[in-house]
């Protein structure tokens, strides 16, 4: 493997039905039900690995109603990973669903964009409409890694490590930042929630949360410049990542896939 050639993996930890027309700005025409999964990501090569988000527990899981299909330490001991020998954490976004599980990577540091941690700390915070996707504890708990000399500020893009770097989006959040990653198959973008669905980037449409609806849209031609193709893009809870792609080893199909092969489509 080259220096800068990575493995990138899916692991989707959890699930959540809810009405389609719950996706979308305007809403959706069809009043059926639908489903959203919940993922980490895993970078791996050379410098190590990467763990991207940190999903959310099952307390946090019961407090808001979702139901979490596979703990997330299962699906890293299914690839190989060990949380307490993660040494690099990405964090896309402070919101509950991607920064709960603060204590489970001891060793980590942790990667931020500036203007992500500002707003969840900040004058927005007094408004419970902003406030809703972020959980006082998650926030709390990265402030003090703050404090424990624990955490990397990024400020727009930056290069991680060689064929690893962070690209800052906002839209959704103010502080958001997708991953892209040089594998085999060319670059990968980890959107995490700058598009959340195919169809929020295909139909450039937009998920009711969101700090900015201007920088979303912009967000999607972002993502697309960034990735090798549409089909080298990962959004951050479509249901269809873990259809399309194969799985990292025989049984774990629709919960960890490789995201550095190519797509079944
Ligand atoms: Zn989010
Ligand atoms: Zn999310």
Not at 128 to 138: A, G, K, M, V, Y
């Amino acid at each position: 493997m080259s220096d800068d050639v990575h493995e990138v993996y899916a692991v989707r930890y959890a699930e959540h039905a809810r009405k389609r027309a719950d996706n979308y700005i305007f809403g959706d025409p069809h009043d059926e039900m639908t489903s959203i999964s919940y993922f980490v990501w895993v970078i791996k090569g050379p410098h190590g690995t990467f763990v991207c988000d940190t999903g959310f527990d099952q307390k946090a899981a019961t407090e808001r109603a979702r139901t979490i299909v596979h703990p997330i330490d299962e699906g890293l001991k299914a690839i190989g990973v060990a949380p307490d020998k993660v040494e690099h954490v990405i964090a896309t976004h402070m919101h509950w669903d991607h920064a709960g599980n603060y204590d489970m990577f001891p060793n980590a540091r942790y990667h931020v964009q500036d203007t992500e941690m500002a707003y969840c700390t900040g004058r927005c915070m007094c408004h419970q409409t902003l406030r809703i996707p972020f959980s006082e504890d998650d926030v709390h708990a990265m402030v003090r890694k703050i404090f424990a000399y624990r955490v990397d500020f990024h400020d727009g893009d930056e290069e991680l490590a060689p064929g690893i770097t962070l690209h800052r989006i906002g839209g959704h959040s103010k502080g958001l930042q997708c991953v892209r990653v040089k594998t085999q198959r060319g670059y990968v973008v980890v959107a995490s929630d700058a598009c959340h669905l195919y169809s929020h980037i295909d139909e450039g449409r937009v998920f009711p949360i969101t700090y900015s609806v201007a920088e979303t849209l912009e967000g999607y031609r972002t993502l697309l410049k960034l990735a090798s193709s549409r089909h080298h893009m990962v959004p951050g809870h479509d249901p269809d990542v873990t259809k399309i792609y194969p799985a990292a080893k025989p049984g774990l199909e629709d919960w960890v896939v490789r995201l550095d092969v190519a797509p079944k489509i």
